[in-house]
């Protein structure tokens, strides 16, 4: 049985479990699981545990992480992404790249942060990202995480590419949900990829075109 753990570069557009799937096809093996869920707007770095490896999926999902995104302002969905039906549409006029960096500096440090409707978490045995997608709405706990870095790297034109470094269980959506509404006119994410899983970064990843048993690494930590 093949064992250890796979650095997975995810395209857009495909499921973490669509990612799995493709990994037990290639491999011809059942036992695998992923660390991390990225939803199918996001990319980048998804860790894939493969057979007895599966029993770390806890030490992995607890590392902390890195995302590259883009805030775009004036905008407010369902989803808190691109993705979603819109809510309401306002002017970001007025706002530019100091009045964003005055508000990320407010997030920086331990938060509470209420998860999004779009997550992996469950309510009633459900994930809540499939009651999000019938147009639901349930109440969630805030949770406290961490971050540690939030900087803006290009604002234009009502986008705002940022970088986050962050403790597990922090969400990007959320974030710019929080900042749009600190803002004043709403906001969502247009673009995201994860960088960073712990000691893993996106220039160790493979994409899934590349993929071979060379990939699959020992982990002994």
């Known amino acids: 049985m093949k064992e250890g753990i796979l650095i997975i570069n995810k395209p857009g557009g495909i499921t973490s479990h669509d990612v799995v ?4 096809r290639k491999f011809n093996m059942r036992r695998v699981g992923h660390a991390g869920t990225l939803d199918p707007l996001a990319t980048g770095v998804l860790i894939i545990l493969l057979g007895p490896s599966t029993k770390l999926f806890d030490r992995f999902v ?3 992480k890195s995302y590259h995104a883009t805030l775009r302002l004036g905008l407010k969905t369902t989803t808190a992404d691109i993705m979603g039906k819109t809510i309401e549409q306002k002017s970001a ?3 530019d790249q100091k009045k964003v960096e005055d508000v990320f500096r407010k997030f920086i440090g331990e938060i509470e942060q209420v998860p999004p409707m779009v997550s992996a978490l469950k309510h009633k045995g459900e994930r809540l990202y499939k009651i999000a997608w ?7 706990t805030p ?3 961490r971050i540690d870095d939030l900087h803006v790297l290009k604002f234009a034109s009502g986008q705002v ?7 597990k269980g922090t969400y990007v959506r959320q974030l710019a949900e929080d900042v749009g509404e600190a803002l004043g006119c709403g906001a ?3 673009q ?6 712990g000691q893993f970064d996106i220039k160790d990843a493979v994409s899934l075109e590349n993929l071979n048993e060379s990939h699959i690494r020992s982990w002994t930590n």
């Not at 995201?192 to 899983?197: A, G, P, S, Y």
Request: glycine share 6%; hydrophobic share 35%.
């Open 161 to 167: 590419e940022f970088f986050m470094s962050c403790s």
């Open 192 to 197: 995201i990829e994860r960088t960073r899983v």
């Open 143 to 145: 949770r406290k995480v």
């Open 62 to 64: 607890a590392f902390d």
């Open 188 to 190: 969502c994410i247009s």
């Open 93 to 95: 006029q007025g706002i």
């Open 134 to 140: 019938r147009g639901e709405q349930v109440e969630r």
């Open 21 to 24: 799937s493709f990994v037990r």
